[in-house]
């Protein structure tokens, strides 16, 4: 009978076919695992799904979230996200100009000594020498200290004076103007690093203005976030002489 053929047949077909599935499973459960912690590769592929949903998360298509070598850049700030938190670091800016003025005129000088609370630090001699280079020692110190507390007073600035102790041989003076601040550099030490050590001293959210021609107090000053007036700026800006 053809019919009856047909029908043991097909009952063979599939008996072979469930057989074959329970060996595929069999096969896959006996399989090593694959990289980065995948399990047996089989029909089911269940393994592979939870490492592809683990890369797949809500960051992972944002270009930011990958680094230039395909890996994670947020992992490198800790395993604790303590990076993820860090806020920028806050450096210092000089003091603006209006527009239109430029950084080496009188203009400059003018508008910087007259921004309230900005820390005024100044190269005493450098500015001393500039304006009386004849005058004796204490009475340049005298001259430029005065001047400074009349800015003070006038402008509200907060100006503290760098002497070099080393080029000291007189008395020094027992009281200081009230609205300056006077240093003087330990005998061994230059005015010009007292002078930027103050400046890294000084929180980033002061404005600071640094008074010298010196270069390397300049470059230094700029390196730091504070505005530069060179002596001669100073001296034409108080009208000293």
Do not use: H
Request: aromatic share 2%.
């Amino acid at each position: 009978d053809l019919a009856a053929v047909v029908d043991a047949v097909e009952r063979a077909a599939a008996a072979s076919a469930g057989i074959a599935a329970a060996l595929a499973d069999v096969a896959g459960a006996l399989r090593p695992a694959g990289p980065e912690g995948e399990g047996p590769r089989g029909r089911t592929g269940e393994r592979r799904s939870q490492v592809t949903d683990r890369r797949a998360g809500p960051d992972a298509a944002r270009p930011d979230a990958a680094g230039p070598d395909g890996g994670d850049d947020r992992a490198d700030a800790g395993g604790d996200g303590a990076g993820a938190r860090r806020g920028p670091r806050i450096e210092r800016r000089p003091p603006p100009l209006p527009p239109g003025v430029f950084d080496d005129s009188v203009e400059a000088a003018d508008a910087l000594l007259r921004r309230a609370d900005a820390v005024v630090l100044v190269d005493g001699y450098n500015v001393a020498m500039t304006v009386w280079p004849d005058l004796p020692k204490s009475e340049q110190r005298r001259r430029l200290e005065r001047s400074l507390d009349e800015l003070a007073a006038r402008c509200r600035c907060r100006p503290e004076v760098v002497w070099d102790g080393a080029a000291v041989v007189e008395p020094l003076p027992v009281t200081s103007p009230r609205g300056v601040r006077v240093r003087f550099s330990p005998a061994d030490v230059e005015a010009d690093d007292v002078i930027l050590d103050r400046l890294g001293e000084l929180p980033p959210s002061d404005e600071v203005v640094v008074v010298s021609s010196d270069r390397e107090v300049r470059d230094g000053a700029r390196a730091g976030g504070a505005g530069v007036l060179s002596s001669e700026q100073l001296r034409d800006a108080l009208r000293l002489g």
